[in-house]
């Protein structure tokens, strides 16, 4: 089965300051990868995704992540965070069948002044 | 409705009892997907259905757990006999199709459920 490694439980960061959040799957064939974000008190919703093409994707509120398949890896990564960017971020992966996916246990990004 | 909702927001049990968790899709989506999420954990996935069908039900816990799907529409993901272990949010999604490059998962705002 698919696992997904999200090493950093908590990233503290100052505002403006630049982040990068880990993502490690373990299996390289066929898969598609997902970035969600949980604000407080609100529901999943998704950030970016990577099913194909560009291995650079780019998603809403200035993230992007990219794949790299030899590292089995998709980082999310921002150039300057905002205090409204404090929330928890998930990485999930699906096979090529999108009937099963795969989360980490998230990272919760908190955006200080 | 405007997105995906789930019933009760929170609930609260006693070992041995059964609950009903319930789940209702944004209208016209036809794959609904049920996940758990346990206190510093991720989200484990438990089940999906393709309209009524759930074709993989591997990711239930335990044969204490089981959903249906009836229209379409609504889902209900029924707990018999909870243990305290069976504490979690569980949340549900649904989206237009199978997720692709054109159909996203909407998230539901999850349940709650407490065993005592």
């Known amino acids: 089965a698919q696992s997904v490694t999200q090493l950093d439980s908590q990233v503290p960061v100052f505002e403006e300051a630049p982040v990068e959040l880990r993502c490690n799957y373990s299996?390289?064939?066929?898969?598609?990868l997902f970035w969600y974000v949980q604000y407080p008190n609100q529901g999943l919703q998704l950030l970016l995704k990577?099913?194909?093409?560009?291995?650079l994707v780019k998603g809403i509120n200035g993230f992007e992540a990219e794949f790299n398949k030899s590292q089995t890896s998709f980082h999310l990564r921002k150039p300057s965070v905002h205090i409204s960017d404090t929330a928890e971020y998930f990485c999930?992966?699906?096979?090529?069948?999108?009937?099963?996916?795969?989360f980490g246990s998230g990272t919760k990004l908190n955006v200080k002044p | 409705g405007a997105g995906v909702s789930q019933s009760p927001s929170n609930k609260v049990t006693e070992k041995g009892k059964d609950v009903e968790l319930r789940c209702d899709p944004i209208s016209g989506h036809t794959a609904l997907y049920w996940y758990r999420q346990s206190l510093g954990q991720g989200l484990e996935f438990l089940i999906y259905f393709q309209g009524n069908s759930a074709p993989d039900k591997s990711g239930l816990p335990s044969d204490r757990f089981s959903a249906e799907r009836t229209g379409g529409s609504v889902s209900t993901l029924t707990i018999q006999r909870t243990q305290q272990e069976d504490s979690a949010v569980y949340l549900c999604a649904s989206s237009l199709g199978l997720v692709s490059s054109y159909n996203e998962q909407f998230f539901g705002p999850g349940t709650r459920l407490t065993v005592l």
């Open positions: 990577y099913l194909s093409g560009s291995t």
């Open positions: 999930a992966v699906s096979k090529y069948n999108f009937n099963k996916f795969y």
């Open positions: 299996s390289p064939v066929s898969v598609y």
